[in-house]
Each structure stands twice: as structure tokens, then as C-alpha cells.
């Protein structure tokens, strides 16, 4: 049973900052992707960023330049820094994790998913 406590989000207007962390728990993987993905209300799921086995990341053209995906592997914590936001970053942003090496920030790749946390970004 693979564990995904997300946290950290909140409301924020636009161009401020907020920072999501991710804290894994309940599996023996010796490494690990995690990703960040979000979902609009009537829109699909999307990713948004994430950090490989590799620790090679990937990030959505739509958030590149303003969003910093980390991860520390020790503590088993993936971090979202969030900068610059604007209204339509304003979703509920989920935390996946996968086992080994995965390559791509696409949702059918991460099998593991955290409950969301709510950012809301207002003009």
C-alpha cells in the first residue's frame, strides 16, 4: 500500500508563490519517479511536472520557467515550487508516484496517486 500525502496548497493572487510537497510512504522501491499533475473542474487530468529515477525532470511548456519540481530521495518528499501564478494554474494538484524509471510526465505512466490538495489563484 503506497501512501501519498500531499500538502501545501491554498489561495494565492496572481504572481504570488506557493510551494506543494508530496510525502511517500508504504513501499520497499529502491527508486522511485514521483510527478505532479492537475485537474481543472471540467478538464482532464494533466501533468504538470516531474522528477525521474534519475532525477532528470520534466515540466509542461504551460508552467516552465515558474514551477521547479524537486525531490528528495532520502525522505521520500517530492516538492512543487510555484512561482509567478496565474488564474488558470488554479486546479487540484495531485502527487503520483511510480516504480523505477519512467521518462515522461504522462498520467497513464504513474500507477500510485495522492487524495489532491486545492490551489486557487485569483486575478
Known amino acids: 500500500q503506497v501512501d501519498l500525502v500531499e500538502s501545501g496548497g491554498g489561495s494565492v493572487q496572481a504572481g504570488g508563490s506557493l510551494r506543494l510537497s508530496c510525502e511517500a510512504s508504504?513501499?520497499?522501491?529502491?527508486?522511485?519517479?514521483m510527478g505532479w499533475f492537475r485537474q481543472a473542474p471540467g478538464k482532464g487530468r494533466e501533468g504538470v511536472a516531474a522528477?525521474?529515477?534519475?532525477?532528470?525532470?520534466f515540466y509542461a511548456d504551460s508552467v516552465k520557467g515558474r514551477f521547479t519540481i524537486s525531490k528528495d530521495g532520502a525522505k521520500k518528499i517530492a516538492y512543487l515550487q510555484m512561482d509567478n501564478l496565474k488564474p488558470e494554474d488554479t486546479a487540484m494538484y495531485y502527487c503520483?508516484?511510480?516504480?523505477?524509471?519512467?521518462?515522461?510526465?504522462?498520467?497513464?505512466?504513474?500507477?500510485?496517486w495522492g487524495q489532491g490538495t486545492q490551489v486557487t489563484v485569483s486575478s
Open positions: 503520483a508516484v511510480q516504480r523505477g524509471y519512467v521518462g515522461q510526465c504522462s498520467v497513464r505512466a504513474y500507477t500510485h
Open positions: 508504504g513501499y520497499s522501491y529502491s527508486t522511485i519517479a
Open positions: 522528477v525521474d529515477s534519475d532525477d532528470a525532470t
